[in-house]
């Protein structure tokens, strides 16, 4: 990810139709973010909503929900089972979800050294400022043999209180056994919370949109039975045969031809009661190391439920959702996106605010207003001409 963006967005009002010009300038990221969009797109908006604009620029903090005690009292059990790893430990166990009320717990996945990444997302966008609303942030690890890495981490965890670990050996073949932790601790330690987000630590998350669009899900009947996962899906995808490549997975492992439909591990979400199912399904089936495919994918089918697609809201490339970020406006309607690759600061301090905003202001987009398909001809014009507009000035083909 580049340390800069290039990005720029002017508007101008013409005869009634706004026309949207993207174009390139040297403009360091971190400078862009404290105006969070431009004075040309200010001046297209009400002054009620420029009023709020300000009020937003300056909001330091959050009304939290519920402050009310929910103590977790033994937070080392000694009868877990993970996966086929019976009494699993927690080397770092915290109570972080210690109130009544969650109305997000998000779970990073993450690896041993990357400190940095971690602090990136505790000062960006991993404690979104949601008026009224506790959420909390969560980092899962696994062990390592090093006894400096491990001194390391256990500090961290004694400064920020947000790093859970189980004995396991952190490694990239025993990601399903962190997946279904995730899912355990959750269903064991947050289980008051609405929401459980799910995500890696090289990325970019708008909670602020994901606590919005969850708001649809409360009340129906997937929620409430736990079968409640929402995700970007994938179909069809084969089982790699060459050895050669890094998911190569043999017949013995699992036999077939694809993989049944399961979640980019990047951005899911889901509630504890299925988390906790997925969990106790792991126990069950035959285990296998790739971890989205077999959590979200085989596991989910053997469960006997669908998961609910938000591939409207996925970008797999980062300056593309700092492109369209950049263009949200209440008065506009634009496309947005919740989750991209990202695991640069400046970009994360500017996606956030714009994220914030956008809250707060209600954006006209897909997110808060009107559902990609179900705008006016008149919306679906000016979104289809931003977007070749910001794309075409910034390198990308026009789709």
């Known amino acids: 990810m580049r340390s800069e963006a290039k990005y720029i967005v002017g508007a101008c009002t013409l005869t009634g139709l706004i026309t949207i010009l993207v174009y390139s300038s040297e403009v360091n990221i971190a400078d862009a973010s404290n105006r969070i969009i431009p004075e040309s797109i200010k001046s297209s908006v009400s002054d009620t909503k420029s009023q709020l604009w300000d009020i937003v620029s300056n909001f330091g903090g959050s009304t939290p929900g519920s402050s009310k005690p929910y103590i977790h009292q033994n937070l080392h059990p000694s009868n877990l089972t993970l996966v086929n790893l019976t009494n699993i430990k927690f080397p770092i166990n915290r109570d972080i979800c210690n109130v009544s009320e969650i109305g997000i717990v ?72 962190k997946n279904v932790f995730g899912k355990m601790w959750t269903s064991q330690f947050c289980e008051q919370a609405e929401f459980i987000v799910k995500t890696d630590d090289d990325m970019f998350l708008d909670l602020y949109g994901i606590y919005h ?61 299925t988390a906790g199912r997925l969990a106790e399904q792991a126990t069950k089936s035959k285990f296998l190391w790739v971890d989205d495919a077999w959590v979200t994918g085989i596991l989910v089918k ?80 000016n979104d289809e001409l931003l977007e070749r507009f910001i794309l075409h000035n910034n390198g990308y083909n026009s789709p």
């Open 302 to 381: 053997a469960l006997g439920f669908k998961h609910t697609n938000m591939m409207e809201w996925f970008v797999m490339q980062g300056e593309r959702m700092v492109l369209f970020k950049s263009a949200q406006n209440p008065d506009i309607y634009h496309r947005d996106y919740i989750a991209a690759p990202n695991g640069n600061r400046e970009i994360a301090e500017y996606l956030e605010r714009h994220a914030r905003w956008c809250y707060i202001n209600q954006c006209d987009s897909n997110i808060y207003k009107t559902k990609l398909g179900q705008q006016t001809k008149k919306e679906k014009y």
């Open 106 to 177: 998000t779970i990073v996945h993450t690896a041993i050294d990357h400190q940095n990444l971690r602090s990136i997302i505790r000062d960006t966008w991993g404690n979104p400022k949601i008026p009224g609303v506790n959420t909390r942030l969560v980092f899962l690890t696994g062990t390592t043999e090093h006894d400096d890495q491990q001194a390391r981490l256990l500090d961290e965890s004694n400064t920020y209180h947000d790093i859970v670990q189980a004995d396991f050996h952190d490694s990239y073949h025993n990601l399903s056994y």
């Open 213 to 273: 669009l969850s708001r649809n899900y409360l009340t129906t009947d997937i929620y409430k039975n736990g079968e409640f996962v929402f995700c970007p899906v994938w179909y069809g995808m084969p089982i790699l045969r060459d050895k050669n490549n890094k998911w190569y997975v043999s017949e013995e492992e699992l036999e077939g031809k694809d993989y049944p439909p399961y979640c980019t591990g990047w951005i899911y979400v889901t509630n504890p009661k």
